[in-house]
C-alpha cells in the first residue's frame, strides 16, 4: 500500500510512467466536492500545475448541492485558480429525453465540460476515479455480461479526459485528505444501496476483503494485465480484419470462412462486430447462433449498424432511415435496440414490485398474457391499440400527433408487439389489455434509457 505521506510523489511518478498531461498542458479539473475530487485538486494546486476547477450543481439534493458548490468554489478562491460552475435541471432533462438520471447526469457533465475547453483552451480534463472505483467498474460489467474490454475497469486515458489518481486507493485518499485538513463534503446518496455500484461498494466488497485483505492491490495488479490483454487482442484483431473485411459502397463484409481454422472464430467475430460497430454480447450470441445454423438473411441491430447473415458471410450496414428495424425479443432476451434507445428487460413477479406508478419509460406488463418471441420494430402507418385506461382503439400516428412529436422523434419511435398486438408504445404508454391487474402474477418490466447524441 501506497504510504500516505508519498501520494504526491505517486501522483508524479504515475503520471510520469503514462505521460498523461506535462507543464505545458492547462488541465481542467472537474471537482465535486467529495473527498477524491478535493485531494486532486490540493495535490494538482500544490505542485503548481496550470488548471482551472469546474463544479456541476445537478440540483437533485437541494441545499447540499449548494453547500457542495460553495465549498469547491471557496478553495478554488484559496488557491486563487479560475472557477466554473453551472447548474443543471436534469430531472426537466430526464423528463425530455428519457435517460435516466445518471445517463442525464453524465451527458449534460461531459458536454459542458468540453465547451470550457474549447472557451478557455484546456488541454485536458481530469477526473478524479481511483482504483476503488475501477475495480467497482470491473464487477459492475461482470455481472451484467461483458467481454474482456468491459473487466479492465476504467481507462486512465480516452481522448483529452484523464484520470490522474487511477493508482491510489479510496482509503489513502482519505488519510491524505485528514493529514493535510482539506476541506470536502460527502455526498449522502454513496450511503443508499439503491444503485448497484454502492451495492458493491458497501455489500459485495467489504466481504471479498474480509477474505483477502490484500485484495485492493492484487485487482490493482489484475486491470493492468487486463488492459494488456485486452490492447494484444485488440493489435491482433487489427490485423485479421485486414484479411477478413472487405469494404465497398458503405457496406462491410465479414468473409467468417477467412478466419484461420485454429483461432476461435466467436471470439473473433465479437471482438470486430463489438469494438468497431457497437454490438452488444448477447446480440453477437443470437447472430454467431444464427450464422452456425445457416439463417441467410436474419438480422440483428446495434444503435447504428445493422448484421445481416449472408451464407458463411456478415454484412453490416449503416441502419436506413425506411428500416423498420424489426427484431424477434426471446424470453432469455436482456437488452433491445431501438433508435438511439436500449431497451432492459427484467422479469420479476407481483410480489417484488411496490410502486406501480411508473415513469413513461418504464412498462409493467402482464407477462402471462404475453406471447413469446415478442416483436420490437418502427411504428408504421396504421398502427393501433387500446391506450391504458381507454376503451376504443387509437391509431398510433395520432398518439405521436397529440404528444406534438417533432418529425425526427417519429422516425425514433418503437412499438412493441405480441402477436399481432402492440402491447407498448415505447416510452409512451401500455396497452390497457396487458396491464397489471389483481389476477396478475408474473411481470415483465421493461425501461428504457435513451442512448448520447
Not at 13 to 41: C, E, P, W
Not at 89 to 112: I, P, V
Not at 176 to 182: E, G, S, T
Not at 376 to 401: A, H, N, V, Y
Request: net charge neutral; hydrophobic share 35%; aromatic share 10%.
Amino acid at each position: 500500500m501506497i504510504k500516505k505521506s508519498l501520494l504526491p510523489e505517486h501522483f508524479e511518478q504515475y503520471n510520469a510512467r503514462h505521460a498523461l498531461f506535462t507543464r505545458d498542458d492547462k488541465i481542467l479539473l472537474t471537482v465535486s466536492g467529495g473527498v477524491h475530487s478535493m485531494v486532486m485538486l490540493a495535490l494538482f494546486a500544490e505542485a503548481g500545475y496550470i488548471i482551472g476547477v469546474a463544479h456541476c450543481n445537478f440540483s437533485l439534493r437541494g441545499e447540499e448541492s449548494d453547500q457542495d458548490e460553495a465549498t469547491v468554489e471557496a478553495v478554488a478562491k484559496g488557491y486563487n485558480i479560475p472557477f466554473y460552475s453551472k447548474r443543471f435541471d436534469t430531472k426537466g432533462e430526464m423528463e425530455r429525453t428519457g435517460e435516466s438520471m445518471e445517463m442525464a447526469a453524465r451527458r449534460l457533465r461531459y458536454e459542458w465540460f468540453a465547451e470550457l475547453s474549447e472557451e478557455h483552451g484546456y488541454t485536458a480534463i481530469a477526473i478524479a476515479h481511483h482504483v476503488d472505483d475501477s475495480i467497482e467498474t470491473f464487477f459492475i460489467n461482470l455481472l451484467r455480461g461483458t467481454g474482456l474490454r468491459g473487466l479492465t475497469g476504467i481507462t486512465r486515458q480516452r481522448g483529452n479526459i484523464i484520470r490522474p489518481l487511477l493508482f491510489a486507493e479510496r482509503k489513502e485518499i482519505l488519510e491524505y485528505a485528514v493529514l493535510h485538513k482539506i476541506p470536502y463534503r460527502e455526498d449522502s446518496s454513496n450511503r443508499t444501496k439503491k444503485y448497484l455500484r454502492n451495492k458493491i461498494r458497501l455489500g459485495l466488497l467489504p466481504k471479498v476483503r474480509e477474505i483477502n485483505s490484500r485484495f485492493t492491490s492484487m485487482m490493482r495488479g489484475n486491470l493492468y494485465r487486463l488492459a494488456d490483454a485486452q490492447r494484444f487482442i485488440e493489435a491482433g484483431i487489427v490485423k485479421i480484419k485486414e484479411q477478413i473485411l472487405e469494404s465497398r459502397d458503405g457496406i462491410d463484409r465479414i468473409h467468417t470462412d477467412l478466419i484461420e481454422p485454429h483461432f476461435p472464430k466467436e471470439f473473433v467475430i465479437y471482438e470486430i462486430l463489438s469494438s468497431t460497430y457497437g454490438f452488444k454480447g448477447d446480440t453477437v450470441d443470437e447472430l454467431y447462433k444464427a450464422l452456425l445454423s445457416g439463417a441467410t438473411g436474419k438480422r440483428f441491430y446495434a444503435r447504428e449498424h445493422v448484421a445481416c447473415i449472408d451464407r458463411t458471410d456478415i454484412v453490416i450496414s449503416a441502419i436506413a432511415t425506411d428500416d423498420i428495424c424489426e427484431t424477434k425479443v426471446e424470453k432469455r432476451a436482456i437488452r433491445s435496440y431501438c433508435g438511439n434507445s436500449v431497451l432492459y428487460y427484467e422479469h420479476t413477479d407481483i410480489d417484488n414490485v411496490s410502486d406501480y406508478n411508473t415513469p413513461p419509460e418504464v412498462a409493467l406488463l402482464d407477462e402471462d398474457k404475453l406471447t413469446y418471441p415478442l416483436t420490437l420494430r418502427r411504428w408504421q402507418e396504421g398502427d393501433s391499440f387500446i391506450p391504458f385506461g381507454m376503451i376504443g382503439r387509437k391509431k398510433i400516428s395520432d398518439l405521436l400527433t397529440d404528444r406534438k412529436m417533432s418529425v425526427i422523434e417519429k422516425s425514433r419511435q418503437f412499438v412493441l408487439l405480441s402477436g399481432e398486438d402492440i402491447v407498448w408504445v415505447v416510452g409512451c404508454r401500455i396497452d390497457d389489455r396487458y396491464r397489471i391487474t389483481n389476477r396478475t402474477e408474473n411481470i415483465l418490466k421493461i425501461t428504457k434509457q435513451t442512448l448520447n447524441g
